[in-house]
C-alpha cells in the first residue's frame, strides 16, 4: 500500500481557546457542534450566527460559558473577521457554498455538517479518559462506525488510565539523558502497563 491509499487526513488536536470559531446555525444540528466543541474544550472561543437560535439549550450553554457569544442575525461577511475556523449547520446549502468561497479566499478552514466535498477538515468520534483523548475517523464515510469504535474503545480503556498517565508523566521527568533514551525507557513502562512485557503473554 501506498502513502495516498486508504484516509490521507492529517489528524491534529485544537486548542480552540486560543483561537477564533465561528459556528453559523441556531438550530439541532447546531447544537449538536456546539455540544461537541464545548465537551471537548470546554473554554473554547466561539461566536453562534443564526438568523433565529431555535434551541433554547443552544442560549443556556451561552449562559454558562462567558467564552461563547451569540448573534441572532442572518449570517454576514463581517462576522468573518478575526475567525480561524468556521463550523457550519444550517439547512442551506447555497449558503453554505457562499461561505466556503469566502472562508477559501481568507485562508479560513471550514466544516459543513453532513457535506464532506464542503470540508476542509472533519470533526471525529472522541474517545476521552481524563488526559487521554482519542480521536477517530472514517474519512467522512461513515460516522456511524465511529460512534461504534467509540462505544468500543470507551469499554475497552481501563478507568484508571489517568494515573497511569501521571505516573508515566512523573517517570519522564526523573529521566535523564537524550530523547532516544527516554523513549526507549518510556517503551519499557508502557509495554508492561498493556502487558507485553512478558514473553509468555500472561
Known amino acids: 500500500m501506498n502513502g495516498q491509499e486508504g484516509n490521507v487526513l492529517f489528524p491534529i488536536f485544537v486548542k480552540l481557546h486560543e ?15 456546539l455540544e461537541a466543541i464545548l465537551r471537548n474544550s470546554p473554554e473554547a472561543k466561539v461566536t453562534i450566527c443564526a438568523k433565529e437560535i431555535l434551541q433554547d439549550e443552544i442560549l443556556a450553554l451561552a449562559r454558562e460559558h462567558p467564552t461563547v457569544k451569540i448573534i441572532e442575525k442572518p449570517f454576514k461577511r463581517k462576522y468573518l473577521e478575526g475567525k480561524d475556523l468556521v463550523i457550519m449547520a444550517t439547512d442551506s446549502r447555497k449558503l453554505h457554498e457562499k461561505i466556503k468561497r469566502m472562508c477559501r479566499k481568507r485562508h479560513i478552514l471550514a466544516n459543513v455538517a453532513d457535506t464532506p466535498d464542503l470540508c476542509d477538515f472533519y470533526l471525529s468520534s472522541v474517545v476521552k479518559k481524563g488526559d487521554l483523548k482519542i480521536a477517530i475517523s472514517s474519512n467522512g464515510k461513515s460516522p456511524t462506525l465511529t460512534k461504534r469504535i467509540k462505544e468500543y474503545l470507551q469499554e475497552a480503556i481501563p478507568g484508571d488510565v489517568q494515573s497511569t498517565l501521571d505516573q508515566l508523566q512523573e517517570i519522564r521527568s526523573r529521566l535523564k539523558g537524550d530523547f532516544e533514551y527516554k523513549v ?19
Open 19 to 33: 483561537i477564533e470559531t465561528l459556528l453559523v446555525g441556531g438550530g439541532a444540528v447546531g447544537l449538536e457542534k
Open 184 to 202: 526507549k525507557e518510556l517503551n519499557k513502562v508502557t509495554e508492561a502497563w498493556l502487558g507485553k512485557g512478558d514473553k509468555n503473554g500472561q
